[in-house]
């Protein structure tokens, strides 16, 4: 189970992401260039604890995809890389060992366009960083607390 996270949260992005890189490096001068990728709240480390959900392979898949995310925004600064979460949504996943999703797909999706329109285009809080579906929360990955946002993002 642990790979098949791995091949599809983190190594195909990943993949996906290198082979449009050129693309991407000629249109970033339009602020045009941005790659979003699909993460989750559970890739925090902070908030991996005791009593919490199970799912130790998922988790270091998406966290492994915020790292991937981040060393792109520093290596690419003409891209802007954002890691959004979906929130607890309405599919097979969400609601798996009896858990009540509270948002349905479409509502999900709708916020989170809504969301990346609202994210700056330049300077802190436009690269590297990662929102929840809402807009409500976002970090940097220096932090990767789902439930704090740093001063200098507010």
Request: with cysteine; charged share 15%.
């Amino acid at each position: 189970y642990l790979m098949s996270c791995l091949e599809t949260n983190t190594v195909a992005p990943m993949l996906v992401t290198s082979a449009l890189l050129p693309l991407m490096r000629r249109e970033a001068d339009r602020a045009r260039s941005v790659v979003v990728f699909l993460s989750s709240r559970l890739a925090s480390i902070s908030n991996n604890v005791p009593g919490g959900q199970t799912c130790g392979s998922y988790r270091a898949s998406k966290a492994g995809l915020n790292m991937i995310a981040r060393s792109l925004s520093t290596e690419h600064p003409s891209i802007r890389v954002v890691c959004i979460s979906p929130g607890h949504v309405d599919t097979d996943m969400g609601r798996a060992d009896g858990r009540v999703p509270a948002l349905a797909v479409s509502c999900s999706v709708d916020a989170m366009l809504r969301t990346l329109q609202e994210l700056p285009v330049e300077g802190l809080g436009s690269s590297g960083v990662f929102v929840n579906f809402d807009g409500a929360t976002t970090v940097s990955y220096t932090h990767l607390r789902a439930h704090e946002t740093p001063e200098h993002l507010v």
